[in-house]
Structure formats: C-alpha cells, structure tokens
C-alpha cells in the first residue's frame, strides 16, 4: 500500500491543525494506521494508532487527550485531528501502516509497520 500524508503548515501555539493520510489499495481495511513524528536531532516517535476496523485507538501520553486518530475506510484515509498545539509538537509527521490481523490490533512499536508516507511538516510556533 502506498501511503500519501498531506495538510501539514504552520500554525499558532494552541491552535488546531487536520493531518491526513491517503492509502492507494482498496484494501485500506486491512491495514492498522499509525501516525509518528520525527523532530530535528531525534528519533522517530510514536504518536497514534488506529485498528482497522476503527474502533480501538491508542496515544502516547504527550497527546493523549490534545489529538484524535480516526479513519474513513470508505475513502481509503487516516487523519490526525491535532488541538491544543504546542512548540514541542513541531515536528515531521509520518502515516504509517501494517496488514491487521485481526480488527482490533493497533501497536506503537514503530519496527510492526511496513508501509510509510513520505512525511508532512507542521511547525507551531510560540
């Protein structure tokens, strides 16, 4: 699958932003959807994760209540709904993917996805 992160900018400091992630296959059902950053100097982070079916979802505690993953398997698209954004946000946010066994797996370990966009930057300024 070929995934495509778009709607990236720059924005204010808690202002909000809407991230989207388009996949290629039909077979987008399929897959669990991740969202990860990569700040300048650091390692890639985890951010979100949705199970294909939508229904369960899991966030790392620096987000946890400020975004919301979600997904439109009809369209074929992940988003990450982004609030209260902060200066410490900034970052290159990748989509990412991996064939769901089941509908309700999701996973923040970076090394189960297989399939990755190219990265969409979004800068908060202070």
């Known amino acids: 699958v070929q995934l495509q992160a778009s709607g990236g900018g720059l924005v204010q400091t808690g202002g909000s932003l809407r991230i989207s992630c388009a996949a290629s296959?039909?077979?987008?059902?399929?897959?669990?959807m991740g969202w990860f950053r990569q700040a300048p100097g650091k390692e890639r982070e985890f951010v979100a994760t949705?199970?294909?079916?939508?229904?369960?979802?899991y966030y790392a505690d620096s987000v946890k209540g400020r975004f919301t993953i979600s997904r439109d398997n009809a369209r074929s698209t992940a988003y990450l709904q982004m609030n209260s954004l902060k200066p410490e946000d900034t970052a290159v946010y990748y989509c990412?993917?991996?064939?769901?066994?089941?509908?309700?797996?999701?996973?923040?370990?970076?090394?189960?996805?297989?399939?990755w966009g190219q990265g969409t930057q979004v800068t908060v300024s202070s």
């Open positions: 296959r039909r077979a987008f059902n399929t897959y669990v």
């Open positions: 949705i199970s294909r079916s939508g229904v369960v979802t």
């Open positions: 990412a993917a991996f064939y769901g066994r089941l509908p309700q797996i999701t996973s923040q370990d970076i090394n189960n996805y297989d399939h």
